[in-house]
């Protein structure tokens, strides 16, 4: 959704943007130790890395991620924001499901205010296939849908099918995913084209700090839009997620396309709240 800022806004980016990226450095040195946790060893997708790795949250574990931000500068005065509130919730053995609710901030010129409205609701199951062992990697397939709920939202539902794998070697960990959109292109001016693709592809890698629960990363993908004839964009980015108590893990990442165009660039942050709840049934055991 794409956001063209008036000349205020456009020096509260200027200032917004050396700001953030310094908190982002600085997750690692001001969060305490929080020893024996492993969430932030799950990274999700776009948190803080838009390739994740193979790995579901534990069977009846919920996941909350209130209000992860997104902030995209696609060229010098046109930005986009937005935030997608989501829960996962590991259902059954090795399988979660994830809703999200998009929420994007458009200004297309024609309003004397920018609009702010749902971008649609996204549902996706992921199933790990299997542990990774010696031999064999780990690997997960997910299939979602975009609905066409809201405003900003794109014109009909979006269906996806995606793979993950990862595997753990001595220095790290690397990750492999892929992401494929089924049905017609969407027609130019379609508000949910700029978040959507015909097919994505990505590779990371990460590194753990295990005594400080910190993660940090790296990642180079590409991405073909789901419209005729657009062309295919490289964008490679970096992150870090680290955990800051036994429920809570925050996670902040940037981003910077490097094929032909304007040097659009992303920062992310967000913080993620895990959870069973006990009294709810079949949840009276411990996680697993």
Same mark, same amino acid.
């Given at each position: @959704?794409?956001?063209?800022?008036?000349?205020?806004? /456009?020096?509260?980016?200027?200032?917004?943007?050396?700001?953030?990226?310094?908190?982002?450095?600085?997750?690692?040195?001001?969060?305490?130790?929080?020893?024996?946790?492993?969430?932030? %060893?799950?990274?999700?997708?776009?948190?803080?890395?838009?390739?994740?790795?193979?790995?579901?949250?534990?069977?009846?574990?919920?996941?909350?991620?209130?209000?992860?931000?997104?902030?995209?500068?696609?060229?010098?005065?046109?930005?986009?924001?937005?935030?997608?509130?989501?829960?996962?919730?590991?259902?059954?053995?090795?399988?979660?499901?994830?809703?999200?609710?998009?929420?994007?901030?458009?200004?297309?010129?024609? /309003?004397?205010?920018?609009?702010?409205?749902?971008?649609?609701?996204?549902?996706?199951?992921?199933?790990?296939?299997?542990?990774?062992?010696?031999?064999?990697?780990?690997?997960?397939?997910?299939?979602?849908?975009?609905?066409?709920?809201?405003?900003?939202?794109?014109?009909?539902?979006?269906?996806?099918?995606?793979?993950?794998?990862? /595997?753990?070697?001595?220095?790290?960990?690397?990750?492999?995913?892929?992401?494929?959109?089924?049905?017609?292109?969407?027609?130019?001016?379609?508000? #949910?084209?700029?978040?959507?693709?015909?097919?994505?592809?990505?590779?990371?890698?990460?590194?753990?700090?295990?005594?400080?629960?910190?993660?940090?990363?790296?990642?180079?993908?590409?991405?073909?839009?789901?419209?005729?004839?657009?062309?295919?964009?490289?964008?490679?980015?970096?992150?870090?997620?680290?955990?800051?108590?036994?429920?809570?893990?925050?996670?902040?990442?940037?981003? /910077?396309?490097?094929?032909?165009?304007?040097?659009?660039?992303?920062?992310?942050? #967000?913080?993620? %709240?895990?959870?069973?709840?006990? #009294? @709810?049934?079949?949840?009276?055991?411990?996680?697993?």
């Amino acid at each position: @959704m794409t956001t063209r800022l008036p000349h205020g806004r /456009r020096a509260l980016v200027r200032l917004a943007i050396p700001i953030a990226i310094p908190l982002a450095l600085a997750i690692p040195t001001v969060a305490a130790p929080a020893g024996a946790q492993t969430d932030f %060893y799950n990274t999700d997708r776009g948190r803080p890395l838009r390739t994740e790795d193979a790995l579901v949250i534990e069977r009846r574990a919920f996941e909350l991620q209130a209000a992860p931000l997104t902030f995209t500068r696609v060229a010098r005065g046109v930005s986009q924001w937005g935030i997608a509130p989501e829960l996962a919730w590991g259902f059954a053995p090795r399988t979660q499901l994830e809703v999200a609710l998009p929420i994007a901030v458009q200004d297309d010129g024609t /309003r004397p205010r920018a609009l702010t409205a749902l971008a649609g609701v996204e549902v996706e199951l992921l199933h790990q296939l299997n542990a990774e062992t010696t031999t064999l990697p780990a690997f997960a397939l997910g299939a979602g849908v975009h609905l066409p709920v809201g405003p900003l939202a794109p014109a009909r539902e979006l269906v996806s099918l995606r793979a993950l794998a990862t /595997r753990t070697l001595a220095w790290g960990r690397v990750h492999l995913n892929g992401a494929y959109t089924v049905g017609d292109d969407l027609a130019p001016g379609d508000r #949910g084209a700029d978040d959507a693709s015909r097919w994505a592809a990505g590779i990371a890698v990460d590194h753990t700090f295990p005594l400080r629960s910190l993660l940090v990363g790296a990642e180079a993908h590409a991405i073909a839009p789901l419209l005729a004839d657009a062309a295919t964009e490289w964008r490679v980015g970096a992150g870090v997620r680290q955990q800051l108590s036994p429920r809570v893990a925050l996670d902040a990442g940037i981003g /910077r396309r490097i094929s032909e165009g304007g040097a659009g660039w992303t920062l992310t942050f #967000g913080a993620a %709240y895990a959870f069973a709840p006990p #009294g @709810m049934p079949g949840f009276g055991g411990r996680v697993r």
